[in-house]
């Protein structure tokens, strides 16, 4: 494998959508000091690359720790599946208990398997299990998007080692967005897409009464859509660019037989969007399960309408409360599994919580649009070229109507 990407940068630099439309109204709460996944306090992520010298190989791994003692400090979650043809592994297990207790990895289709066994070795790495000695309970959280258009997925590249690798390297430092991570080979309305991240500010108060902020971030794995339903803010922008594609065809056979070969891909598997929402306000499981739900309204904004293949599955967790894990096993019992035993958490008032479902619909839509704005031009397996969402042409059509 190299490091060495089918990447084309062209003439045009890229940025995220606040540095291209300055002006760009986004919702009512600011973002965070990174407008990222990472502004809530203890999330780290990393993000990787893997691709073939002879362009075929164009994929990547998205590691997430949702707190750094995750193993025994589990946290509250909840899951949303807009449409369920995709895969989110230790799903059934979130639903049952409400409890994350996992990392979670973002990757392509056909990495899963290594993806969950990745997960298992580093655990017994990081926790220190002794060899054939394993007395704990662990469900790997492993999301995946397909790749296969830009991917050579026959080659099956991502090991356990690369999990190894993302899990250990972690960090809070701004999430990498564009042809990075397990959205290197992403498509996201017929542009190239990938990962995106955006967070956003919400006031509150705490238990007590004092004020407190409270942030939502977001990282997407942006791989779903189609050009004539692409919007910022309201604008027909990809109908626009689509139109003059089409134009752009009619005198070019190349252009016309590339367009018409990604269009019957994406009519047969059109790809999946995964959402991470986290957060650091108190909210219990059920309340998790809706901001997931409001995933679903950024994705709507800009253009998603979940289609049949398409897998878009959505995980909100909170860092507020830390819930213990691993209290049985075979050598340690913190409990009696027959004696129920309260412990003390925070949990919003209901009432209180429309200020989150806007930040999580918000920071969703500006993921996206970071995963196109950040994305570059790419040449992957077979030839297969995806191009950059065209940012002077966004901007020129964004003004136009503004």
Known sequence: MSSASGTTTGNESRKRLRDLLPDLNLGYWKPGPLNSLTDVPG???????????DGAVNTGVTSILPREDWFYKACYAGIFSFNGSGEMTGSHWINETGLLHSPIIITNSFAVGAAYQG???????????????VDWFLLPVV?????????????????PEHIIKGLESVSSDRVREGNVGGGTGMICHYFKGGTGSSSRVVEGLDSKGEPKNYTVGVLVQA??????????SGVPVGKILAQEAD??????PAIKMAREALEREKNRKDGSIIVIIATDAPLHPTQLQRLAK???????????????????????????????VQSISMERRAVDPFKPTPINVDVVDDSSINGL???????????????LCMAETMVGNQGHKIEALPLEKVKNIMERYN
């Open 43 to 53: 999330v780290r992520v990393h993000t990787q690359e893997i691709f073939a010298d």
């Open 119 to 133: 997960i298992y070795e580093y655990t017994i790495k990081s926790q220190g299990v002794k060899k054939g000695n």
């Open 143 to 159: 999301a995946e998007t397909f790749d296969g258009y830009l991917n050579d997925l026959t080659q099956f590249v991502i090991k």
């Open 223 to 232: 791989n779903y859509g189609r050009p004539q339903h692409f919007r910022i």
């Open 247 to 252: 134009k752009a065809a009619e005198s070019n």
């Open 294 to 324: 409001r995933a679903t309204v950024g994705i709507s904004r800009v253009g998603g309408y979940g289609h049949n293949p398409s897998g878009d599955i959505f995980l909100a967790f909170s860092t507020g409360n830390e819930v213990p």
């Open 357 to 371: 479902f806007e930040a999580a619909a918000d920071a969703t839509e500006e993921s996206i649009y970071n995963a």
